[in-house]
């Protein structure tokens, strides 16, 4: 099984309700099961991605913006959610979160990305640009460019989503 990155649109008060449910159970059984129409799967593109911002030249306040959307913060507590044995994320870091505030600033500089631009300052050759990249660009299939595109824009119009909804998100790796 691949672990790839998860990503979770939630409102605050399900947050509240998953913490008051492993606070509850014997087990510590948050309940954790947003709808999968609020689930995002990253695959293994966000050191990818990472990688594209930093070779096309991408400022400073993106690149930090594009992390932080990879990587959430710790501000927000979220130790229950990592409780065995149902710890959401059993194969990487402990799951971090963006509050609604957090989400809509990423959301806002997310858009002001021209990740076809940073792509473009990538070589046209496929194998050549993957070997630039790194970090197991050359065993993607189907396009590397466009899988990495395809990525962006999905994590792009999550966070856009939960920005327009107030929404939080919870990463983890899964």
């Not at 510590?28 to 990472?50: N, R, T, Y």
């Not at 400022?59 to 959401?88: E, W």
């Not at 402990?94 to 806002?108: H, K």
């Amino acid at each position: 099984m691949a672990v790839t990155q998860q990503l979770a649109r939630i409102s605050a008060e399900y947050l509240a309700s998953c913490r008051q449910s492993a606070d509850a159970s014997p087990d510590g059984d948050p309940l954790w099961d947003p709808p999968s129409a609020d689930v995002l799967d990253l695959d293994w593109a966000p050191f990818l991605l990472e990688r594209v911002c930093e070779l096309g030249g991408l400022d400073d306040v993106h690149r930090n913006a594009l992390r932080q959307a990879l990587d959430g913060d710790t501000a927000i507590d979220l130790a229950f959610l990592s409780t065995y044995p149902h710890a959401i994320g059993p194969f990487g870091p402990d799951p971090a979160a963006l509050s609604a505030t957090q989400v809509a600033r990423a959301a806002e500089l997310l858009g002001h990305i021209d990740f076809p631009d940073l792509l473009a300052a990538l070589p046209a050759d496929e194998t050549e640009a993957a070997s630039l990249i790194g970090k197991g660009a050359d065993k993607i299939v189907g396009g590397r460019k466009k899988y990495l595109l395809e990525h962006f824009n999905a994590m792009r119009e999550f966070y856009r989503g939960a920005s327009q909804r107030q929404l939080l998100v919870v990463l983890w790796w899964d």
